[in-house]
């Protein structure tokens, strides 16, 4: 099992071995065992002591203000949510948000994923664990699997589904945002049974995933292109837009909105209503 020290060490070691030493202005010198910065450089730069920063990569319980921790962030070129996931590894920031009282049940948000309809849309926690859809949603990824979906869960769905790069045609770039978005709410959860549990038995499933897990890249949120191959209505074209549960601050909102108006047109023919009709 992870703890918050040992993912902070991971975290630094795989962004200081992004960094080369023209970037920050160092001549290259000779051959380098490892990528990147060493460690003497990287504390010199930042202007902390080398053991310090020894023993902050090792994972020790050592304290770190934010203003050192500013100071090694921009040595590393980090960028505003890569310094987010820093400073919650490293407890300079509350672990987890202030709990919130429920303004809403799951009957709430059933009636606000039905009048999103047609729009497909999805609720899924930050780990992407599916906790409600609309019908449109539904019936877009009606025939997603080709085998039993084992696991309700967004990303797994991708990952561990044999025909997933035929059906999601911006695949190369959806997984890697979708991984960085979930590092970057591993942060909050960093020990968590289920946490661990989930990230291990998928990186034993996905190769694919655990290499892209190893890197230790967050995300930010960002709307974003999704492009489907869907058996009856063709090439279809949306943006996905993610909206936070300010009430359940684990929650997420995905809505998928047509990015051209072909795609608009063609979305009536992702029922299951209209196609058992054709048949």
């Not at 970037?23 to 902390?48: F, I, M, N, Y």
């Not at 920031?93 to 709430?108: G, H, I, K, N």
């Not at 992407?128 to 609309?134: K, L, M, S």
């Amino acid at each position: 099992m992870t703890d918050r020290r040992t993912e902070l060490g991971d975290f630094l070691k795989a962004r200081r071995a992004r960094v080369s030493p023209e970037d920050v202005g160092l001549p290259a010198g000779g051959r380098r065992r490892t990528p990147g910065l060493r460690r003497e450089e990287l504390a010199q730069l930042a202007g902390v002591g080398v053991t310090w920063y020894t023993w902050l990569e090792q994972g020790r319980p050592i304290n770190a203000s934010g203003q050192v921790l500013d100071a090694v962030a921009g040595t590393l070129r980090l960028s505003s949510i890569e310094r987010e996931h820093l400073y919650r590894l490293a407890e300079a920031t509350p672990a987890r948000p202030p709990s919130t009282s429920l303004c809403a049940d799951e009957q709430v948000f059933a009636e606000i994923l039905a009048a999103l309809d047609p729009l497909p849309a999805v609720i899924t926690n930050t780990r992407f664990d599916i906790v409600r859809t609309n019908a449109a949603y539904l019936d877009l990824f009606h025939d997603w699997h080709a085998l039993p979906c084992i696991h309700k869960n967004l990303l797994w769905c991708v990952v561990t589904e044999p025909t997933a790069r035929q059906q999601l045609l911006n695949y190369d770039t959806e997984v890697p945002y979708l991984v960085g978005r979930l590092r970057s709410a591993y942060g909050e959860h960093v020990g968590d049974p289920d946490w661990e549990t989930d990230l291990e038995r998928l990186q034993k499933l996905s190769p694919e995933f655990a290499q892209l897990w190893s890197r230790h890249e967050v995300a930010a949120c960002s709307p974003r292109p999704r492009h489907i191959l869907h058996p009856v209505a063709g090439e279809l074209h949306f943006t996905v837009t993610e909206l936070a549960v300010p009430a359940h601050p684990d929650l997420v909102l995905f809505v998928e909105t047509p990015a051209d108006e072909e795609t608009r047109s063609r979305l009536p023919m992702t029922r299951r209503s209209v196609e058992s009709a054709a048949v």
